[in-house]
């Protein structure tokens, strides 16, 4: 099972939004289960999609293969990628992740348009969790 966060899930779509008819390709990173507010369900070990890094259109470089090269490896568990002129499916541009999440248009977290999928493509179950990371300020 794959866990993200419902607040991720909206700000990835409206990236994949904002960018169609281009591709948008980012970093997404996990939180423990036991660090998010909400997540009572979910086993506090268990690790939860809640974050993501800026994609950055104008660098090229940093985005060769699907792969976002400024980012430290160590920080993306994951990889979001929009599709919007194909399947909700992982293709050769986008396993370089141990979690692959798709989307596809019309841009929602229906199942048809948003999934996640592991590094051979295939397809992996997904719970959308209605809980959110601890607040942070930019002292930390």
Same mark, same amino acid.
């Given at each position: 099972? @794959? ?8 700000? /990835?779509?409206?990236?994949?939004? !904002?960018?169609? #008819?281009?591709? @948008? ?16 369900? @979910? ?20 985005? @060769?293969?699907?792969?976002? /090269?400024?980012?430290? +490896?160590?920080? +993306? ?16 541009? !986008?396993? /370089? ?5 798709? +989307? ?5 977290? !229906? ?13 992996? #179950? /997904? ?7 601890? +607040? ?5």
């Amino acid at each position: 099972m @794959v866990y993200i966060t419902r607040g991720l899930v909206e700000v /990835l779509l409206d990236l994949a939004s !904002d960018a169609d #008819p281009d591709r @948008v390709t980012t970093g997404v990173s996990v939180t423990p289960a036991g660090e998010l507010e909400g997540a009572d369900a @979910v086993p506090p070990e268990t690790p939860v999609f809640t974050d993501f890094f800026l994609p950055d259109p104008g660098n090229s470089v940093n985005a @060769v293969f699907g792969v976002d /090269l400024s980012t430290p +490896a160590r920080q +993306a568990q994951g990889q979001f990628v929009s599709h919007p002129l194909r399947e909700l499916e992982v293709t050769k541009r !986008d396993d /370089l992740a141990q979690v692959i999440f798709v +989307a596809v248009p019309p841009w929602t977290d !229906d199942e048809r348009s948003f999934g996640a999928f592991d590094r051979t493509g295939d397809r992996q #179950p /997904l719970e959308i969790v209605d809980a959110r990371p601890p +607040a942070q300020s930019l002292s930390e």
